[in-house]
């Protein structure tokens, strides 16, 4: 698209998604997709009962408190730290919630590690999305897994809805969405209270054989791949979601 120009990086992550302003803006995604996803892949991996399930990049942890309903013991990681105080107020014996940058490994180890709901690619550095995975496999013990869930850009890209006007809560999202050298980026502009906000996401355009190239860098093996939350076979061009397990 000839009118947009590439925003500047300024780890947009680490602001975005500390404000109330992206969780309103979210508030109505598909949480029954989301769980429907998480049965069938914890059924899939025939997880032992009460394994140790880490959550990366879990927001205020909804998907963490799912999974510590199915009996799961579950560790919550997120960078934002306005996150993870909310999701704090749900711990219990078997939940906690931690900030945490998701390219540093813990210091334990779990079963499982889910990173959902296309929560990687955001670095502009190509290293730090290898650091990532490293993290992940340094946290997984020698029977774990790992699962990435991410958008399938060949799928995406071809759909993106250039713009878009979303009222939440009385406040109107003016959205905009386009590709450019190599990312997928979400200009999102609205008013609130008399002041003008401007946030942009920009998610790295990774395909299949990124992922197998970063994988292979990182020693992680990856076991198969999935093309939607019903872990259907994986079609470069039809499938929504591009699904990774590995370990």
Request: proline share 3%.
């Amino acid at each position: 698209m000839t009118n947009n120009t590439v925003p500047e990086d300024t780890h947009w992550y680490a602001s975005w998604f500390d404000t109330p302003y992206y969780h309103i803006l979210y508030k109505d995604r598909d949480y029954k997709e989301a769980r429907l996803f998480i049965d069938n892949i914890t059924a899939y991996l025939n997880l032992p009962e009460h394994a140790e399930i880490l959550d990366l990049a879990c927001g205020k942890g909804r998907h963490s408190r799912y999974l510590n309903q199915l009996g799961y013991r579950v560790v919550g990681a997120d960078l934002s730290h306005n996150s993870i105080d909310e999701a704090k107020a749900y711990e219990n014996d078997s939940l906690q919630f931690v900030v945490h940058d998701m390219r540093e490994p813990f210091d334990r180890q779990f079963d499982a590690i889910f990173n959902l709901f296309t929560s990687f690619g955001y670095f502009e550095n190509d290293n730090d999305n290898l650091k990532t995975l490293e993290a992940i496999r340094d946290s997984l013990n020698e029977y774990g897994f790992g699962v990435i869930d991410f958008m399938n850009v060949d799928f995406v890209i071809p759909h993106l809805v250039p713009e878009e006007e979303k009222e939440v809560d009385g406040i109107s999202f003016h959205i905009k969405r386009f590709e450019i050298d190599g990312y997928i980026y979400k200009e999102i502009r609205f008013e609130d209270q008399g002041k003008q906000y401007a946030f942009t996401e920009k998610v790295k355009a990774l395909r299949l054989a990124d992922f197998e190239q970063l994988m292979e860098q990182a020693g992680i093996h990856l076991l198969d791949v999935f093309g939607d939350y019903k872990l259907r076979k994986y079609h470069p061009q039809s499938s929504e979601r591009l699904i990774l397990l590995f370990k």
